[in-house]
């Protein structure tokens, strides 16, 4: 079964960092776009960054300056470092392709900025 499992999320305090992880379960995702999404309560789900097969990235004006995305694709997982997290940040964060496919989304890992 082709999937994606975020972790590495949890509780953290303003100004401070985690990284996540998007651990694929077959080495085809090597060959894709990947991007990290976030969805806060109560709004849509937003694009965060995305890295090519190339390892060429981008960010959402955002997040620009603070979050670092890699991969690393003899594990194949994609990584997302997050400095100097604001309250903001607060979501549940998604992996997917890009574009994203609606099979691959699973069940995100949540990040709570709070002080």
């Known amino acids: 079964q082709v999937q994606l499992v975020e972790s590495g999320g949890g509780l953290v305090q303003p100004g401070g960092s985690l990284r996540l992880s998007c651990a694929a379960s077959?080495?085809?995702?090597?060959?894709?776009?990947m991007g990290w999404y976030r969805q806060a309560p109560g709004k849509q789900r937003e694009m965060v960054a995305t890295?090519?097969?190339?390892?060429?990235?981008n960010y959402a004006d955002s997040v620009k300056g603070r979050f670092t995305l890699s991969r690393d694709n003899a594990k194949k997982t994609v990584y997302l470092q997050m400095n100097s997290l604001k309250p903001e940040d607060t979501a549940v964060y998604y992996c997917?392709?890009?574009?994203?496919?609606?099979?691959?989304w699973g069940q995100g890992t949540q990040v709570t900025v709070s002080s």
């Open positions: 997917n392709t890009q574009p994203p496919v609606e099979k691959y």
């Open positions: 077959t080495s085809i995702f090597t060959f894709y776009t």
């Open positions: 890295i090519t097969s190339s390892r060429s990235t």
